[in-house]
C-alpha cells in the first residue's frame, strides 16, 4: 500500500490481532486442558493457565490407555494416521501425474472423453458413493487394511487438472527440444516435467496430506479392529464413552497430538507450498 | 554434413487446411538456405517437417540421401535452436548441453569434451556453465540454444527465428556470429526469418514463401535484382519497392505512366503486353532527383524521415495518390511539402502482369 495514514494502520492492526486472537485462542484452550487433571476439568470456571499435569497426560496418551483392562496406549495410532495420509498424498499426486501427463502429450482415441470422466469423478466424492464403495473394498478383503484405507480416496480429479493446468503452461518447445534430444515419453516425464513442476507437487502434498490426515467418515466405516485406527477417529471415539463423562484433558492432548503432524509438514514445506501456488515463471 | 532434399513435400492439417502446398528444393552440402516469409506463410511449418516435428502429409525428404519421412527427429541427425530458445530451466547449462548426448549413450568423458569444445566456440565461461538459463541474459540463452545444438554433430542446423528475442543491437550482433559459425563449422543449415534483412545477410540462398506456395527461390541478389513476382518484390528490399500503374505503348518498346511519362524498355520492349497495363515496380534508391531534368514527374513530399546515413523521402507523384519512398544517401534538407523533379531510371525498372502478379521478361 502507498497510503500511510496512521489511524488506518492502527485499525488494520486491531483487525489483525482480532484475527490473530480467534485462531490461537481455540489452540490456547486445547493446550491448557491438556495439562490439567481430570477433576480440574469437570470445575468452572474452565482454566486459562497452564496446569502441571502434562506428561502425565502425555504417558496416559500414548502409552496407557482411557480405561484399565483392555485399554493400551494410542502412539500406534499417530502411525496409523501418518501412513494413511502419506498414502493417499503420494498416491494421489502419483496418479493424477500421470493421468494428467497423458492426458495433456498423448493424443488417444476418446481423449476428451476420458478427460471428462475424470471431471466427473469431482460430483462423486467419498461420502456419497460411500456403500458400494464399502461393497468393492469389503468383497476385495481389504477392510482393516491400509489399502482400504487408503485407495478409494487415492482418484483425484483436482489434482489432475491442477498438473494439466501446469503442464499446459510448459511451452511445447520443451516437449520438441526433448524430442530431438531424443528422449523418448517416460524419460521427458522423468527429466523434464517432474522437476519443473517440483514446486506444485510440493504444494499439493502439503494440501492432500492434510486431508488425508482430517479422514474422519471413510477410515471410521472401514476399520473394526481397534490396531487400525486412525488418531482423528479416535478423538471421536473418546467423545462418546458411554455413561462416564468424557475425560477432556486426554481428548485435548490426543486433539493437541493429532494437530502436529500436518503443522509440521506445512511449516518444513511452507516454501515450497508458496512457490507452487504463485509462482508462474517456467 | 549432409544433402538435404525435398521433393513434392505436403502438408494438409487434419481440419482440412493446407498449409504447404508441395516444395522441391534441393539443399546442397553446407549451404545456407533462409526461408522467408510472412506470418502464416508456412514456414515454420516447412521447418518443422524437416525436423520431425510435424508429419509429412505427401512428397518425400531425404537426409544425406536417405529418406527419413517416418523417421523420429531424434533419428534425424539434425539439430533444432527455438525462438525461445527451448532450454530446460532446472538444469545448469552444462546438462542443458549435455542432456542429449546422455541419452545418445555418450561416455562422461566424450560429454565433457563436446560440451567443453563447444563452450569455447561460442565463448561461454565455465562459470556460466554451471548457472541455471534464466541466470543468463538473452543473447547467453541464445548461445547454449546453439551450443545444445552444435554438441551433437548434427548434419543439419535447423534454426527457428533465433533472433527474434533479442534486442536489435544484439541480434545484429548473433546474426554475424551465427553466420561465421555456419562458416566456420561448414554445416548444412535451414533457418526460418520473417525479417527481410536477416534473410539477405545470412543465406546463401533464400526461399520466400507465401501461404505455402514457394514463390521464388534463389540467391539474395537474384531476388533483389530479379524478384519473381510483386509479393517477393514488395518483400525483399527495406524501404519496400514502389509499384505505380503503367501501360505498356502500343509498339511495345516503352512503358507510359500516367499520361506523359514514356520509359524506354530495355533492348527489345516487352512482348505481348501492347497497350496492356502492367505494374511498374521501382526500388526507392533507384528514383533520382534531377533538377531541371526533361521529363521528370513532380513529386509532392509528404514525410521526410532522416536516417544519417540515408534520407527517406515519402510523397506522391502530382494527383496519384500512389505513396512512393525514394532513398537518397546522404542528408537531404527537402520539407514536406516540396515539390521535387523525379527521374526514374530506365534500366532498373520491373514490370509485372497485374493478372497473375508475375514478373515480365524484357
Given at each position: 500500500?502507498?497510503?500511510?495514514?496512521?489511524?488506518?494502520?492502527?485499525?488494520?492492526?486491531?483487525?489483525?490481532i482480532l484475527?490473530v486472537i480467534m485462531v490461537a485462542f481455540p489452540l490456547w484452550v486445547t493446550f491448557v486442558a491438556s495439562t490439567h487433571d481430570a477433576t480440574r476439568m469437570t470445575e468452572l470456571p474452565l482454566p486459562l493457565l497452564p496446569g502441571s499435569h502434562f506428561f502425565e497426560n502425555l504417558d496416559r496418551v500414548l502409552f496407557v490407555g482411557l480405561y484399565g483392562g483392555?485399554a493400551s496406549g494410542m502412539g500406534y495410532m499417530l502411525?496409523?494416521s501418518?501412513?494413511?495420509?502419506?498414502?493417499?498424498?503420494?498416491?494421489?499426486?502419483?496418479?493424477?501425474?500421470?493421468?494428467?501427463?497423458?492426458?495433456?502429450?498423448?493424443?488417444?482415441?476418446?481423449?476428451?472423453?476420458?478427460?471428462?470422466?475424470?471431471?466427473?469423478?469431482?460430483?462423486?466424492?467419498?461420502?456419497?458413493?460411500?456403500?458400494?464403495?464399502?461393497?468393492?473394498?469389503?468383497?476385495?478383503?481389504?477392510?482393516?487394511?491400509?489399502?482400504?484405507?487408503?485407495?478409494?480416496?487415492?482418484?483425484?480429479?483436482?489434482?489432475?487438472?491442477?498438473?494439466?493446468?501446469?503442464?499446459?503452461?510448459?511451452?511445447?518447445?520443451?516437449?520438441?527440444?526433448?524430442?530431438?534430444?531424443?528422449?523418448?515419453?517416460?524419460?521427458?516425464?522423468?527429466?523434464?516435467?517432474?522437476?519443473?513442476?517440483?514446486?506444485?507437487?510440493?504444494?499439493?502434498?502439503?494440501?492432500?496430506?492434510?486431508?488425508?490426515?482430517?479422514?474422519?467418515?471413510?477410515?471410521?466405516?472401514?476399520?473394526?479392529?481397534?490396531?487400525?485406527y486412525?488418531v482423528v477417529m479416535q478423538i471421536g471415539n473418546m467423545l462418546e464413552a458411554g455413561e462416564e463423562a468424557p475425560q477432556w484433558h486426554l481428548i485435548m492432548m490426543i486433539t493437541l497430538l493429532a494437530i502436529i503432524p500436518p503443522v509440521l509438514?506445512?511449516v518444513?514445506?511452507?516454501?515450497?507450498?508458496?512457490?507452487?501456488?504463485?509462482?508462474?515463471?517456467? | 554434413?549432409?544433402?538435404?532434399?525435398?521433393?513434392?513435400?505436403?502438408?494438409?492439417?487434419?481440419?482440412?487446411?493446407?498449409?504447404?502446398?508441395?516444395?522441391?528444393?534441393?539443399?546442397?552440402?553446407?549451404?545456407?538456405?533462409?526461408?522467408?516469409?510472412?506470418?502464416?506463410?508456412?514456414?515454420?511449418?516447412?521447418?518443422?517437417?524437416?525436423?520431425?516435428?510435424?508429419?509429412?502429409?505427401?512428397?518425400?525428404?531425404?537426409?544425406?540421401?536417405?529418406?527419413?519421412?517416418?523417421?523420429?527427429?531424434?533419428?534425424?541427425?539434425?539439430?533444432?535452436?527455438?525462438?525461445?530458445?527451448?532450454?530446460?530451466?532446472?538444469?545448469?547449462?552444462?546438462?542443458?548441453?549435455?542432456?542429449?548426448?546422455?541419452?545418445?549413450?555418450?561416455?562422461?568423458?566424450?560429454?565433457?569434451?563436446?560440451?567443453?569444445?563447444?563452450?569455447?566456440?561460442?565463448?561461454?565461461?565455465?562459470?556460466?556453465?554451471?548457472?541455471?538459463?534464466?541466470?543468463?541474459?538473452?543473447?547467453?540463452?541464445?548461445?547454449?540454444?546453439?551450443?545444445?545444438?552444435?554438441?551433437?554433430?548434427?548434419?543439419?542446423?535447423?534454426?527457428?527465428?533465433?533472433?527474434?528475442?533479442?534486442?536489435?543491437?544484439?541480434?545484429?550482433?548473433?546474426?554475424?556470429?551465427?553466420?561465421?559459425?555456419?562458416?566456420?563449422?561448414?554445416?548444412?543449415?535451414?533457418?526460418?526469418?520473417?525479417?527481410?534483412?536477416?534473410?539477405?545477410?545470412?543465406?546463401?540462398?533464400?526461399?520466400?514463401?507465401?501461404?505455402?506456395?514457394?514463390?521464388?527461390?534463389?540467391?539474395?541478389?537474384?531476388?533483389?535484382?530479379?524478384?519473381?513476382?510483386?509479393?517477393?518484390?514488395?518483400?525483399?528490399?527495406?524501404?519496400?519497392?514502389?509499384?505505380?500503374?503503367?501501360?505498356?505503348?502500343?509498339?511495345?518498346?516503352?512503358?507510359?505512366?500516367?499520361?506523359?511519362?514514356?520509359?524506354?524498355?530495355?533492348?527489345?520492349?516487352?512482348?505481348?503486353?501492347?497497350?496492356?497495363?502492367?505494374?511498374?515496380?521501382?526500388?526507392?534508391?533507384?528514383?533520382?532527383?534531377?533538377?531541371?531534368?526533361?521529363?521528370?514527374?513532380?513529386?509532392?513530399?509528404?514525410?521526410?524521415?532522416?536516417?544519417?546515413?540515408?534520407?527517406?523521402?515519402?510523397?506522391?507523384?502530382?494527383?496519384?495518390?500512389?505513396?512512393?519512398?525514394?532513398?537518397?544517401?546522404?542528408?537531404?534538407?527537402?520539407?514536406?511539402?516540396?515539390?521535387?523533379?523525379?527521374?526514374?531510371?530506365?534500366?532498373?525498372?520491373?514490370?509485372?502482369?497485374?493478372?497473375?502478379?508475375?514478373?515480365?521478361?524484357?
Amino acid at each position: 500500500m502507498i497510503e500511510n495514514r496512521p489511524l488506518l494502520k492502527i485499525f488494520s492492526h486491531i483487525i489483525l490481532i482480532l484475527g490473530v486472537i480467534m485462531v490461537a485462542f481455540p489452540l490456547w484452550v486445547t493446550f491448557v486442558a491438556s495439562t490439567h487433571d481430570a477433576t480440574r476439568m469437570t470445575e468452572l470456571p474452565l482454566p486459562l493457565l497452564p496446569g502441571s499435569h502434562f506428561f502425565e497426560n502425555l504417558d496416559r496418551v500414548l502409552f496407557v490407555g482411557l480405561y484399565g483392562g483392555d485399554a493400551s496406549g494410542m502412539g500406534y495410532m499417530l502411525l496409523n494416521s501418518t501412513i494413511m495420509a502419506l498414502m493417499i498424498a503420494i498416491g494421489k499426486i502419483i496418479i493424477s501425474l500421470l493421468s494428467a501427463f497423458a492426458i495433456v502429450y498423448f493424443r488417444f482415441p476418446f481423449r476428451m472423453f476420458f478427460f471428462w470422466m475424470i471431471f466427473l469423478t469431482l460430483m462423486l466424492p467419498v461420502e456419497v458413493r460411500i456403500l458400494p464403495t464399502f461393497e468393492v473394498v469389503a468383497n476385495l478383503g481389504m477392510l482393516d487394511t491400509y489399502w482400504g484405507l487408503t485407495v478409494p480416496l487415492i482418484a483425484s480429479a483436482t489434482a489432475t487438472f491442477m498438473f494439466r493446468q501446469v503442464f499446459l503452461t510448459i511451452p511445447d518447445e520443451m516437449l520438441e527440444a526433448a524430442r530431438i534430444d531424443g528422449a523418448g515419453p517416460l524419460r521427458f516425464f522423468k527429466d523434464i516435467l517432474l522437476p519443473m513442476s517440483r514446486t506444485n507437487i510440493a504444494a499439493l502434498f502439503v494440501i492432500l496430506f492434510i486431508y488425508g490426515w482430517n479422514q474422519y467418515l471413510w477410515p471410521l466405516l472401514v476399520t473394526t479392529d481397534q490396531s487400525m485406527y486412525t488418531v482423528v477417529m479416535q478423538i471421536g471415539n473418546m467423545l462418546e464413552a458411554g455413561e462416564e463423562a468424557p475425560q477432556w484433558h486426554l481428548i485435548m492432548m490426543i486433539t493437541l497430538l493429532a494437530i502436529i503432524p500436518p503443522v509440521l509438514v506445512v511449516v518444513a514445506m511452507q516454501k515450497l507450498f508458496v512457490q507452487g501456488l504463485t509462482e508462474t515463471e517456467k | 554434413m549432409a544433402s538435404v532434399t525435398l521433393e513434392n513435400l505436403q502438408k494438409t492439417y487434419p481440419n482440412g487446411f493446407k498449409a504447404i502446398h508441395g516444395v522441391d528444393v534441393d539443399i546442397q552440402d553446407g549451404e545456407f538456405l533462409v526461408l522467408v516469409g510472412p506470418s502464416g506463410c508456412g514456414k515454420s511449418t516447412l521447418l518443422r517437417m524437416i525436423a520431425g516435428l510435424e508429419t509429412i502429409t505427401d512428397g518425400s525428404l531425404s537426409i544425406g540421401g536417405k529418406a527419413v519421412n517416418d523417421l523420429e527427429p531424434s533419428k534425424r541427425d539434425i539439430a533444432m535452436v527455438f525462438q525461445n530458445y527451448a532450454l530446460y530451466p532446472h538444469m545448469t547449462v552444462y546438462n542443458n548441453m549435455a542432456y542429449g548426448l546422455k541419452i545418445m549413450g555418450l561416455s562422461k568423458d566424450e560429454i565433457d569434451q563436446r560440451v567443453k569444445n563447444a563452450a569455447s566456440i561460442l565463448e561461454l565461461t565455465d562459470e556460466q556453465l554451471s548457472r541455471k538459463p534464466r541466470q543468463l541474459s538473452g543473447g547467453q540463452r541464445q548461445r547454449v540454444a546453439m551450443g545444445r545444438a552444435i554438441v551433437r554433430k548434427p548434419s543439419v542446423f535447423l534454426f527457428d527465428e533465433p533472433l527474434s528475442n533479442l534486442d536489435a543491437k544484439l541480434r545484429v550482433q548473433m546474426r554475424v556470429e551465427i553466420k561465421q559459425l555456419q562458416e566456420s563449422l561448414g554445416i548444412t543449415s535451414v533457418y526460418v526469418t520473417h525479417d527481410q534483412v536477416e534473410a539477405m545477410t545470412l543465406g546463401h540462398r533464400l526461399m520466400v514463401l507465401n501461404a505455402g506456395n514457394v514463390e521464388q527461390l534463389g540467391t539474395p541478389l537474384e531476388l533483389y535484382e530479379k524478384p519473381a513476382s510483386l509479393f517477393v518484390a514488395g518483400f525483399i528490399g527495406s524501404p519496400a519497392m514502389n509499384i505505380l500503374d503503367a501501360t505498356v505503348a502500343e509498339d511495345g518498346k516503352s512503358v507510359v505512366i500516367g499520361t506523359d511519362t514514356v520509359l524506354p524498355v530495355g533492348a527489345n520492349g516487352v512482348e505481348g503486353f501492347d497497350g496492356k497495363p502492367v505494374k511498374l515496380g521501382i526500388r526507392p534508391e533507384h528514383l533520382e532527383i534531377t533538377p531541371g531534368a526533361e521529363g521528370a514527374l513532380p513529386l509532392t513530399v509528404t514525410l521526410v524521415e532522416h536516417l544519417g546515413a540515408d534520407t527517406l523521402l515519402h510523397g506522391h507523384f502530382g494527383n496519384d495518390k500512389t505513396d512512393l519512398t525514394l532513398r537518397q544517401s546522404g542528408t537531404h534538407l527537402a520539407k514536406a511539402g516540396e515539390v521535387l523533379p523525379i527521374t526514374i531510371t530506365p534500366n532498373h525498372i520491373h514490370l509485372f502482369d497485374p493478372e497473375t502478379e508475375k514478373r515480365i521478361d524484357f
